[in-house]
């Protein structure tokens, strides 16, 4: 169970974050919604103490964030960002061994390398486990990040837009792994997500963010309609359920 | 189709091969550096070497026959070539980690401005002769030692008003640098001809008249550090592969490693650089020689650029005193023309995909 109890945050003196209240079962799978810049990206990194909120609380199990040690908080959180480069040369498999570090001082176990095998051949990077990481495109580095996270067996997984430079059949892989994991380990996935559609087939809950509050929050039907989005997104949509899932369809923009 | 244990095992081979290789590397090393203290003006044989090394520590020079070309050996060319040895490996992993937690590239203790201040302090000294030992090459070293601790102070001051990030270090370590090279030029512009040739001689970087306790202090220091790195080499690895953001989420404190990493490194250059002047090259071209053959692992990287340090400068420091004898050209001034050529033949090389 976490909670997010009148969050606040500013970088500097632009507020940011305004009485932010969440609360999210284990194993959900929330998807964060709302226009560039409406503050996903500061809310995970709020949500999981890389940013010191200005006022209020993040709650585990009913215990502060802030009273965990960063080492603890590793174990409960892990942390896809949404941009990431590296300057220094690095394979796959050492990048994706990272996440295991919480079990790693300096030699790595054979257990660490059979969970790290796994994890590449869900992720579809088996034949790019060699390859150094600066060398791969871009979606194929957004996988080997995503899997590095998972490598961390943490209770909690913060993604920021994990499919944003994926092709479609990843962005299912992707998506089916995590939700396979978030069922099967009883994992809390939080990701912010920008496709609406990909959206309504994973999410269990749905939070919009708009001009740094939360303008909705709840099941797919209370939070995805054509009204919220028209307001959040200050777009015209139409959706139609096909095949058990609801679809967002976009009308074009009127010309001026 | 690749399976499961192909990986295993090549991921396996991958790491024992390159480390196999450390071991044997120290011992061609040590063989080398037998090799060169023979050389010089007098020549010698390796046994003469490993006997008036072993009489020297037994302290019973003084009996043997050729105690002349034993205390030649033992006082003269032992140490200096130790010293070569200690600060290429010394320059060469402060390199690797200051450039680890910079995540830049470009970055060693000259760069950074380290050393252009020890050479500020030992110029204060031989100019000036203010130091707290004047007129003593104690000083010197003294002095270059004191005004690099500053200067890295002053650096971690400034970029921590500037949040500590690799950006703002890099920044504060440059214009630190400018300031500190500005200083010394000036120095230099009013010292008279004598000093000022001292002076200058000191900032080519050189092993001339290096003694056992320089060495001996050397070794303590570096040594406390390739242990510090090696035990914090993983916390590298998550430190430089990505931002500061998901370092914190892994659990480290990226300022706090920084500020540690950096106090070793600082204080290993520091005391190489006031016994043996400043030798700009070696902490920028090690690493990358290193992380050409084995990656960005730091538990590698850090043991490879030691060793490839080492390498190069007792070379360099092997050819500068024998090339011409008995004129011997300063480290310094060496290393470059062997390491410029080489390290560019090398970044061609590697660019082609070659390497
Ligand atoms: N480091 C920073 N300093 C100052 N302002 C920032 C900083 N990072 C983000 N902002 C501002 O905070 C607001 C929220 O940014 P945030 O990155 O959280 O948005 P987002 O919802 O993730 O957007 P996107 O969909 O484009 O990723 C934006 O107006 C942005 O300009
Ligand atoms: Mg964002």
């Known amino acids: ?256 | 189709m690749i399976t499961h244990n192909d990986i295993k095992k090549q991921y396996d081979n991958n790491f024992r091969k390159q480390a196999i290789f450390i071991p044997i590397l120290i011992l061609v090393l040590v063989v080398l550096a037998i090799y060169c203290t023979r050389l010089g003006t007098v020549n010698t044989s390796s046994r003469q070497v490993v006997s008036a090394v072993i009489n020297g520590i037994k302290g019973n020079i003084e009996d043997m026959p050729d105690s002349r070309n034993q205390k030649i050996i033992f006082l003269l060319r032992v140490p200096r070539v130790l010293m070569a040895i200690l600060a290429g490996v010394g320059l060469s992993i402060s390199g690797t980690v200051m450039q680890n937690i910079t995540k830049n590239p470009m970055v060693s203790p000259f760069t950074i401005g380290i050393s252009s201040a020890a050479a500020l302090g030992a110029s204060i000294a031989i100019v000036f002769g203010i130091s707290f030992f004047p007129g003593t090459s104690l000083g010197i070293v003294s002095n270059a030692f004191i005004s690099a601790i500053i200067c890295a102070i002053l650096v971690y001051k400034i970029s921590k008003i500037l949040t500590m990030s690799p950006e703002s270090i890099v920044l504060s370590g440059i214009a630190i640098n400018y300031l500190f090279s500005a200083l010394t030029s000036t120095i230099q512009f009013i010292a008279d001809e004598n000093k000022l040739s001292a002076a200058l001689r000191w900032t080519f970087g050189s092993l001339n008249g290096i003694t056992w306790d320089q060495v001996i202090m050397v070794f303590i220091v570096t040594g406390i550090s390739i242990v510090y790195f090696m035990i914090n080499s993983w916390k590298l690895n998550i430190l430089s592969s990505g931002g500061d953001e998901v370092s914190k989420s892994m659990g480290i404190n990226p300022e706090k490693l920084r500020v540690s990493i950096g106090v070793f490194s600082v204080l290993t250059t520091a005391v190489i650089v006031s016994f043996a002047g400043v030798i700009g090259f070696i902490g920028l071209v090690a690493p990358h020689i290193g992380r050409m053959i084995v990656g960005g692992d730091n538990r590698l990287l850090i043991p490879y650029s030691g060793i490839i340090g080492g390498f190069l400068l007792l070379l360099s420091d092997t050819i500068g005193r024998t090339i011409i004898a008995p004129v011997t050209i300063p480290v310094g001034i060496i290393i470059s023309y062997l390491g410029v050529p080489l390290f560019v033949h090398l970044i061609i090389k590697s660019k082609k995909g070659e390497i």
Not at chain 1, 30 to 56: D, E, Q, Y
Not at chain 1, 134 to 140: A, I, K, P, T
Request: aromatic share 6%; net charge negative.
């Open chain 1, 1 to 256: 169970m976490l909670e997010v109890n009148d969050l606040c945050f500013s970088y500097k003196n632009k507020t940011v974050l305004t009485d932010i209240n969440i609360g999210i079962k284990n194993s959900e799978i929330v998807c964060l919604l709302g226009s560039n810049g409406a503050g996903k990206t500061t809310l995970l990194k709020c949500i999981n103490n890389i940013l010191k909120p200005s006022s209020g609380s993040v709650l585990i199990e009913g215990r502060d964030t802030n009273t965990y040690s960063r080492k603890e908080l590793a174990r409960i959180f892990s942390y896809v960002p949404q941009s990431y480069n590296t300057t220094f040369p690095i394979t796959v498999m050492d990048m994706v061994m990272l996440g295991r570090s919480f079990n790693i001082k300096f030699r790595v176990s054979e257990e660490d390398k059979d969970i790290v095998i796994k994890i590449l051949g869900d992720m579809n990077l088996i034949d790019l486990a060699f390859k150094d990481i600066n060398e791969l495109s871009g979606g194929e580095r957004q996988r080997v990040l995503i899997a590095k996270a998972i490598a961390q067996e943490s209770k909690i997984l913060l993604l920021d837009e994990p499919t944003s430079s994926l092709d479609m059949k990843n962005q299912l892989d992707v998506l089916n792994t995590i939700e396979k994991l978030s069922r099967e380990k009883d994992i809390t996935i939080i990701m912010s997500i920008h496709d609406l559609n990909l959206a309504l087939m994973y999410g269990d809950k749905f939070i919009m963010v708009k001009d740094s509050k939360i303008y909705d929050i709840g099941d797919m039907e209370k939070v995805v309609n054509v009204e919220n989005i028209k307001n959040v997104y200050e777009i015209e949509t139409i959706i139609r359920e096909v095949e058990d899932y609801n679809r967002v369809l976009l009308k074009k923009h009127a010309r001026d």
